[in-house]
């Protein structure tokens, strides 16, 4: 018979032996000195004695696994805390030959670690709040939340059960905090790294249980785990209630991209925070890479051992061989569990469990429990049909909980049981900490255990929340803070001392001066290197430069800053290199450089646009004509290369003149072509939309970086071009200005720019529209009257109309953006939603050429496709063309590549099409809106106005009855007979008999496209294009 070994104590290890027995494995139980007679020691068949004691025996890798080895054990079953998320012991047990039940050492890498988490989860889009870029040292914390201006959580970045974290709302606090979590993480998890991220106050703790197998992976549902207490869970629930099904189904599939992305093995969950005040906003925080303690519930609610399942998947069983797939996992009522944990050590004199419900627990008569170990003492857990009969059980239950000998939190847990906002589901992470404290005066400690440190002297004013005494108590380090801004008065404990719930350790008073100091605290003093930082970056700052910004204004031009600051939501930008100056140290003072040359001319960082997290860098034209210089150029391909990680979209301020020749402190440098700012934003091509906004002077390399983004919108002052008048005319090709070199409309009417505005504010506002559509569908939208579409069309077949007027129609109010509406004007290319959804769409302009399609236009709309797959945009092709375009003139245009792009374009689309033929589909050119062939589209459909045609019908009728009608010698007869054959023709290409034939899907109401449109585009699976990049042109 196989073995396992349980590599934990206390009511998991009980849990776990339980469910191995029930598998078929024998146990084997580890155990410290001091829990000889612990309940899963005693419930194992085989016990091993640690050398160790505490916390520190459970961490020991190499015991454990010798303990293993020793026993012949197959398995190790690491439960939850200690080493349940070390991919170094996850390592050691492949080793030493014993199959670890758990995720892959690597998923432990990525899972096991926060920071690698928020990495897959920005590389994968799933949200996440701003947070330090790794781990935090003092400095770098103390910066990010200085940037914030906003509280913060300090978090280890192994473990959890809340050890190692704190929340800090003043920055004069955020050391001692640091200091705490990594002690507390140290003792915990033995790693002490941290990083410190955003606080969200008013939230939820929702979290998704997942289960996979390496290749498969279903979620068992929700949990809401909002009620805490200092970041430690006391009732949780199951499944969440109250959440809307759009957020719910969003954090599922959130939660299985994530599994799925590391091809997770095991048992996990993926925790969200969702903002009260804001339910539309959640974030991921953390991936648990194990068992979870409040497991439970879940099993309860979907009827699966979770444990078991874990054996099962261990000895190389699928989901499917268990008969798991998601469509079967379903779950009954609700289930609600309270943890009752101790509030002091001592001696269980009686353990009396509840006679409902399902009690988790390694209690018994006689158990000595310390303050060494998790306070956890039992899980009491109810299931009923719903939440409100679910409290009621729950306080039943505990209301016949024993535990004579040592406190308990069962009386708190009563209490907030019959809480009228726990009853109503009013619930937030912070609501138990919000409860009133008991005294104002007195300062009392809430738990029993050690004095460590003891932080204020009698006669200092207190700030509130200031931390005084600190009690380390299983495995936790908990502070008396202050409640209120005062004095101390006494202190009545010394470092070192044992104390005991409630017991009273200081004693402060109030004044009116020390409420006001609370209400407004000031500043400390001034520290030398944190008034230096201060002065450093004011001075990069518009405020600093007031001449540089009048000038500016005087040209009614915005400074970089202020474009900046108009394009991302309010306070989400985080500015990198703003301390960077340029490299001409060799020829100016530092302080010049510092004054003159701000951030070396380049305002560059992470911002949001509508919540979307993107990159964004502006090129200061106030700050050596906007050049770029060594420094910047290092900046912006740093900024390129996180773009590309985090899978953010880059918006570039372009205005500018170039590379900068007198930027010489680089001794090292030739030539400087190896550097790697144009391929940082090409390798971006395809991956993420880039925008380039061109205003004023754009030349040279800042020209270069135009031409390589998707979109690009210019004002109507710009001029781009690849070399600006000194690079002219140091080429020999004489003196010109900077006004006649690629100005804006010239360049608007060839195709390099995309969107032609009248200044800054409108290019902004466009690029913020444009990034729209590669962001979530909007719930909110409103449409005109789809009926005037049944008028539109002429019903002459030779009156001409805007076919604008028909995408307008057709498409959510003011959620229409033409691109490169001056260039191939026989095409028009418009991003729209319609009913919130973005889709892509091309139409022939019959008032360009009466909608034959050009070799401009065929690049246009190739070009336009491309775009649209690239970034899995759905394609409507509202279809009125005679065809190509043909005769000498074109050919000379090199026509046969140029319609070749469109015929080779649509078949390889991987995105739906949908193809309405408003009047003409003539010849190859209708084929072409059809994506090449009428088999091509998800959908083709035709107005009732649609005529189709191998070729215009009087062409095809000269060409198949020229012999018949130079028979007929009478002109007159002639044109009579001619005439008739055009209406036959017209006759057998109406709609009508293509749809007869099966050509096309149906003749449809114009009023009903939308539906068509909406029908079409809404795949339940969207194929992901294989990537490959966008052609500029």
Known sequence: MSRVLIANRGEVAVRIVRAAKSVGLQTVGIHTPEEANALHVRDSDIAVALAGVGTAAYLDIASIIAAAVRTNCSFIHPGYGFLS????????????????????PDTLDVFGDKASTRELAIRLDVPVLPATAGLADDASALSFMQSLAA??????????????????????????????????????????????????????????????????????????CSLQSRHQKVIEIAPAPWLPVEIEEALLEHALQLARAVQYRGAGTMEFLIDVDNPSHYYFIEGNPRLQVEHGITELVTGLDIVALQFAIARGRSLADEGITQDNVVT??????????????????????????????????????????????????????????????????????VVEGPATNRDGLLSLLADPRVRAGDITTTLIDDLPAASATALVSKVAGSVIAVLARPGEPLRRGQPIVVVEAMKMEHEVVAPAAGRLEEMLVAVGQQITTGQRVASMGYSGAEAEHDAAPGEPAARADLAENLRRHSITLDEARPEAVASRHARHKRTARENVADLVDPGSFVEYGALVIAAQRRRRTVEDLELNTPADGLVAGFGTVNGQQIAVLAYDYSVLAGTQGVQSHKKAERLFELARRRHAPVVIFAEGGGGRPGDIDNAAKATGMDLGTFVALGRLNGRVPTVAIASGRCFAGNAALVGACDLVIATADANIGMGGPAMIEGGGLGRVESRDIGPAARQFENGVVDVLVADEAEATASAKKYLSYFHAAKRNWTAGEQQHLRTIVPEARSRPFDVLRVIQVLSDDDAVLELRAGFGRGIITCLVRIEGVAIGIVANNGLHLGGAIDSDSADKMARFLALCDTYSLPIVSLCDTPGFMVGPASEETAAVRHFGRLLVAGPNLSVPLCTVVIRKAWGLGGQAMAGGGFRVPDAIVAWPTAEFGAMGPEGAVRLGFRRELEAIADPVARDAEFDRLVKDYVRDGRGYNAASAFEIDDVIDPADTRRWILATVNRAEPIPPTRRHLDTW
């Open 85 to 104: 998320e070390s991919a170094a012991f996850a390592r050691a047990c492949e080793q030493a030959g014993v199959t670890f039940i758990g995720p892959s």
């Open 151 to 224: 509280p913060v959580i300090v978090k280890a970045v192994a473990g959890g059960g809340g050890r190692g974290m704190r929340i800090v709302t003043d920055p004069t606090d955020l050391p001692a905090a640091l200091s705490r979590c990594r002690s507390e993480a140290e003792r915990g998890f033995g790693r002490d790294d941290v990083y410190v991220e955003r606080y969200l106050p008013r939230s939820r703790h929702i979290e998704v249980q997942v289960i996979g197998d390496g290749s498969s992976v279903v979620h068992l549902g929700t949990r809401d």
């Open 332 to 401: 009954s009522g609700v289930a609600v569990e309270a943890r009752v944990t101790l509030t002091t050590p001592g001696t269980i004199a009686r353990f009396v469990s509840p006679g409902k419900g399902r009690v988790d627990s390694g209690a018994y008569d006689g158990l000595a429990v310390g303050s060494g170990f998790d306070p956890l003492l039992a899980k009491v857990m109810v299931h009923e049909p719903d939440y409100p009969r679910c409290i009621c059980a729950l306080a039943d239950s505990l209301g016949e909980l």
